[in-house]
Nanobody, 117 residues
Framework: QVQLVESGGGLVQAGGSLRLSCRAA????????LSWYRQAPGKQRELVAT???????KYGDSVTGRFTISTENAKNTVWLQMNSLKLEDTAVYYC???????????WGQGTQVTVSS
C-alpha cells in the first residue's frame, strides 16, 4: 500500500523560507516520478515541481528560481525547499507520486502553507 505523508507547512512571513517533506511508503522516491502540487482557495491544483527517477527536475513558472525539489533515498523522502516566499504561494501543498511501473497516481493528504505580509 502506497502512502505519502507531507509535513512542514505553516505560517511564514513574505520573504521567508519553508521546507516541506513528503515521506513515502510502498513506493521508492528514487525510482518513480515525484511531484509537488498546490491548490489555493478557488483555484485549480497546479504543478509546483517534479523530479523524475533520472533526477531531472521541472518547475512551474511562478516558482522557478525560488523553490527546489530533491529526494533523500535513505529516508525515502522528497523535499521542497521554498525560499523568497510570496503571498501568492499560500495554498495547500500536495505530494504526488506516479509509479514508473504501473503509471498509477498517488496523493498525500496535503499540508497548508500560509504566507503573511
Amino acid at each position: 500500500q502506497v502512502q505519502l505523508v507531507e509535513s512542514g507547512g505553516g505560517l511564514v512571513q513574505a520573504g521567508g523560507s519553508l521546507r516541506l517533506s513528503c515521506r513515502a511508503a510502498g513506493i521508492g522516491v528514487s525510482s518513480n516520478t515525484l511531484s509537488w502540487y498546490r491548490q489555493a482557495p478557488g483555484k485549480q491544483r497546479e504543478l509546483v515541481a517534479t523530479i523524475t527517477s533520472g533526477g531531472s527536475t521541472k518547475y512551474g513558472d511562478s516558482v522557478t528560481g525560488r523553490f527546489t525539489i530533491s529526494t533523500e533515498n535513505a529516508k525515502n523522502t522528497v523535499w521542497l525547499q521554498m525560499n523568497s516566499l510570496k503571498l501568492e504561494d499560500t495554498a495547500v501543498y500536495y505530494c504526488n507520486a506516479v509509479s514508473t511501473l504501473s503509471h498509477l497516481n498517488y496523493w498525500g493528504q496535503g499540508t497548508q502553507v500560509t504566507v503573511s505580509s
